[in-house]
C-alpha cells in the first residue's frame, strides 16, 4: 500500500500561483511513477503532468504546458506541482496519484493508489 496525501490547495486571483505537495508512505517510492489530475464536478478525471519515477521524464498536459511543472524528491518521498499563471478554467480538486511502473500515463485507469485531492479555486 501507498498513502498519498496532498496539500497546497486554496483561493488565488486569476495570475497567481500555488504550489501543491504530495507526501507519500507505505513502499519505495522511488519504484513509482507519479501523476496529477484534476476533476471538476460532473466531468472526468483529467491528466495534468505525470513524472517517471527517477524525475528524469515528464508529461505535461497541453492546457498547462508554460505555466506548470512537476517534480518530485525521492529522498523526501515528495512530488511538487508548481502552478503559476493560474487561470479561473484551472479551478478543480487536484490529486496526486502513483503506478508501480517507470514511466507516468496520462490515462488515469492505470494508476495503482491516489489520494484524497486538495481544492484548487481560481477567481477571475
Known sequence: QVQ??????GLVQAGGSLRLSCAASGRTFSDYAMG??????GKEREFVLG??????????????KGRFTISRDNAKNTV?????????????????AARRAT???????T?????????????S
Open 51 to 64: 513524472i517517471s519515477r527517477s524525475g528524469g521524464s515528464t508529461v505535461y498536459a497541453d492546457s498547462v
Open 111 to 123: 494508476y495503482d493508489y491516489w489520494g484524497r485531492g486538495t481544492q484548487v479555486t481560481v477567481s
Open 80 to 96: 511538487h506541482l508548481q502552478m503559476n499563471s493560474l487561470k479561473p478554467e484551472d479551478t478543480a480538486i487536484y490529486y496526486c
Open 4 to 9: 498519498l496525501v496532498e496539500s497546497g490547495g
Open 103 to 109: 514511466f507516468s500515463s496520462t490515462m488515469f485507469r
Open 36 to 41: 496529477w489530475f484534476r476533476q471538476v464536478p
